[in-house]
T-cell receptor
Framework: AQSVTQLGSHVSVSEGALVLLRCNYSSSVPPYLFWYVQYPNQGLQLLLKYTSAATLVKGINGFEAEFKKSETSFHLTKPSAHMSDAAEYFCAVSERNNRLAFGKGNQVVVIP | NAGVTQTPKFQVLKTGQSMTLQCAQDMNHNSMYWYRQDPGMGLRLIYYSASEGTTDKGEVPNGYNVSRLNKREFSLRLESAAPSQTSVYFC????????????FGDGTRLSIL
């Protein structure tokens, strides 16, 4: 079965600083990878997805992620954090039937 | 465009009571999913339906049943609620084909006393 590792349940970042959230996956086949964001009391919203078209993927709200097959990684970055980026972020890898295996998530706190 | 709609949004039950969580999508998606979210655990798949007329167990199916009523609707039933089932439940749907993202509802917050 596929799996995802996200280290560090809580991530603090200063407003204006780089946001970096790490995601490593295990997959027996070329993967489809996703990042989702969850704001308080809401469902998950798709930030971006990797489907093998390009290794650098741009998403909404200024986020991007780079797929590195040799490192089995799909880290999420944003050059300059904004207060509105405070949320929980989940990395996911696809399985058969479009099922997703989720990481445990990163709660991002933005410090003014 | 409503997307994925879940009802109710909040519910409190007593141990042993039964309840059905409803989910409907208006995106003509083939696949639908039920997850539970617990602090520090991420999302765990309870059941899914790859297409109308089929359902399969996910990672944590014990204590739950599902019904794919038609292409739009996928319900989750707790026959005899237990405190361990206190959680936030999310329904999602996706289209056919590899790499299709899942679209989520806003969740049902369920407390079992």
């Amino acid at each position: 079965a596929q799996s995802v590792t996200q280290l560090g349940s809580h991530v603090s970042v200063s407003e204006g600083a780089l946001v970096l959230l790490r995601c490593n996956y295990s997959s027996s086949v070329p993967p489809y990878l996703f990042w989702y964001v969850q704001y308080p009391n809401q469902g998950l919203q798709l930030l971006l997805k990797y489907t093998s078209a390009a290794t650098l993927v741009k998403g909404i709200n200024g986020f991007e992620a780079e797929f590195k097959k040799s490192e089995t990684s799909f880290h999420l970055t944003k050059p300059s954090a904004h207060m509105s980026d405070a949320a929980e972020y989940f990395c996911a890898v696809s399985e058969r039937n479009n099922r997703l295996a989720f990481g445990k998530g990163n709660q991002v706190v933005v410090i003014p | 465009n409503a997307g994925v709609t879940q009802t109710p949004k909040f519910q409190v039950l007593k141990t042993g009571q039964s309840m059905t969580l409803q989910c409907a999508q208006d995106m003509n998606h083939n696949s639908m999913y039920w997850y539970r979210q617990d602090p520090g655990m991420g999302l765990r798949l309870i059941y899914y339906s790859a297409s109308e007329g089929t359902t399969d167990k996910g990672e944590v199916p014990n204590g739950y049943n599902v019904s794919r009523l038609n292409k739009r609707e996928f319900s989750l039933r707790l026959e005899s609620a237990a405190p361990s089932q206190t959680s936030v439940y999310f329904c999602a749907s996706s289209g056919r084909g590899g790499g299709q993202p899942q679209h989520f509802g806003d969740g049902t917050r369920l407390s079992i006393l």
